[in-house]
């Protein structure tokens, strides 16, 4: 147990887990019940076998059974969080009756220290410092009444006030460990957020294209297949398409490199503005080539938001002076629409049949749109 507690401890942020916090309660709570039950079962085999004090031995019987089954339900159930303050309310009270009961009889106070173990280290420090106060509270006046009575008039002032001193060393020693544990873990959980935000930022950045910040190729291979789902699930058409700028080598000869990539973000602005439902998608899969993903409920329903892309391109005219299509920019589409429940899930094979459709259309002079059906 004391390894698990270490291993817990001695974690790197980057090997940070879930509830590291959580981990070291239920390792530190099996620690004190185990130990608690066995020193109970312990004391009263004693009274059985030498003491014969029944109300010690009933005081030592009762918490060597809720130790155990509070040990037990610890390890069947795994609540953690109510086990833990189970067992402080119970230790609250027993170590306070023990110690009412014995009168320091034997040195018996010695165990109401580790209480604050209990209820700090289990239990964070607002609580378990506030409860270990009320404990101390109601303890140590008992403790002052019996100046001059416990243990046939042996518990003195000297003996109080040493106990009080040791009681409240423990509690300052037991506090100050905890707040530096919490800060631990707190600073543990921030690192590993931090991480976790990074892991997600950079897993965001490798399915984006930086220029016009829409999906890559990877990201269109990964959410391919979740999109046919959808469509078999829907039973509704689907459609995948290649769109390609006519000429756009030539209009980078002619305007320049920063121009081109400002073509480029303005045709990824129109091709989002015009897929803009929940199961569209569009992507730059490479170059002045972009894909696109559209779920309909029949051919012609996409088909005709093909159309609307192609014509919201002429509107937006970015001149192209040196096409041989248009004096503007004009892009070439080659879709692949399947019907419902007959979806190819082969991505490279709709991908080339797309291709296929783009080839065609570039061959019947471009600015155009074909369509392959399956």
């Known amino acids: 147990?004391?390894?698990?507690?270490?291993?817990?401890?001695?974690?790197?942020?980057?090997?940070?887990?879930?509830?590291?916090?959580?981990?070291?309660?239920?390792?530190?709570?099996?620690?004190?019940?185990?130990?608690?039950?066995?020193?109970?079962?312990?004391?009263?085999?004693?009274?059985?076998?030498?003491?014969?004090?029944?109300?010690?031995?009933?005081?030592?019987?009762?918490?060597?059974?809720?130790?155990?089954?509070?040990?037990?339900?610890?390890?069947?159930?795994?609540?953690?969080?109510?086990?833990?303050?189970?067992?402080?309310?119970?230790?609250?009270?027993?170590?306070?009756?023990?110690?009412?009961?014995?009168?320091?009889?034997?040195?018996?106070?010695?165990?109401?220290?580790?209480?604050?173990?209990?209820?700090?280290?289990?239990?964070?420090?607002?609580?378990?410092?506030?409860?270990?106060?009320?404990?101390?509270?109601?303890?140590?006046?008992?403790?002052?009444?019996?100046?001059?009575?416990?243990?046939?008039?042996?518990?003195?002032?000297?003996?109080?006030?040493?106990?009080?001193?040791?009681?409240?060393?423990?509690?300052?020693?037991?506090?100050?460990?905890?707040?530096?544990?919490?800060?631990?873990?707190?600073t543990m959980h921030l690192m590993h957020e931090k991480e976790r935000r990074i892991a997600r930022k950079l897993h965001e950045l490798s399915h984006r294209d930086h220029l016009t910040e829409l999906y890559n190729r990877r990201k269109l291979q990964e959410i391919f297949p979740q999109k046919i789902d959808t469509a078999t699930r829907d039973s509704t058409y689907f459609c995948f398409f290649l769109l390609d700028i006519d000429y756009f080598k030539l209009y980078n000869d002619t305007y320049g490199h920063q121009m081109g990539d400002s073509a480029l973000k303005q045709v990824a602005n129109i091709l989002q503005e015009n897929l803009r439902r929940s199961n569209d998608m569009v992507f730059r899969v490479g170059g002045e080539e972009f894909g696109g993903i559209i779920l309909g409920s029949s051919k012609e329903v996409i088909e005709e938001r093909l159309n609307t892309i192609q014509k919201a391109l002429r509107s937006a005219n970015i001149e192209h002076n040196s096409s041989e299509v248009e004096r503007y920019l004009t892009a070439s589409i080659g879709a692949v629409i399947s019907q419902p429940l007959e979806v190819c899930h082969c991505f490279e094979y709709q991908f080339s049949e797309a291709d296929k459709a783009l080839y065609e259309c570039k061959s019947k002079g471009r600015n155009c749109i074909s369509v392959v059906e399956m």
């Not at 030592?60 to 953690?80: H, N, P, S």
């Not at 009961?101 to 609580?127: D, H, K, T, V, Y």
């Not at 378990?128 to 042996?154: M, R, S």
């Not at 423990?170 to 919490?182: D, G, K, P, Q």
């Open 1 to 186: 147990m004391p390894s698990k507690i270490y291993a817990i401890l001695r974690q790197q942020p980057g090997q940070y887990n879930a509830k590291p916090y959580t981990a070291f309660q239920h390792s530190l709570l099996s620690s004190l019940l185990g130990f608690f039950t066995i020193v109970a079962i312990f004391f009263t085999l004693r009274q059985i076998l030498f003491m014969h004090d029944i109300t010690m031995f009933t005081a030592d019987a009762v918490g060597a059974i809720i130790g155990g089954f509070l040990l037990y339900k610890l390890k069947t159930k795994k609540r953690v969080a109510q086990i833990a303050k189970t067992t402080t309310y119970f230790i609250f009270f027993f170590f306070l009756l023990f110690s009412i009961i014995n009168q320091n009889q034997e040195f018996g106070l010695i165990w109401s220290i580790f209480f604050p173990a209990f209820a700090i280290l289990l239990n964070g420090m607002r609580f378990g410092l506030a409860l270990t106060t009320l404990y101390y509270l109601i303890l140590l006046p008992f403790a002052y009444q019996g100046i001059g009575v416990w243990e046939d008039g042996a518990w003195t002032l000297q003996a109080f006030f040493r106990f009080s001193a040791a009681s409240l060393g423990t509690v300052f020693v037991i506090s100050l460990a905890e707040h530096s544990r919490e800060r631990v873990f707190k």
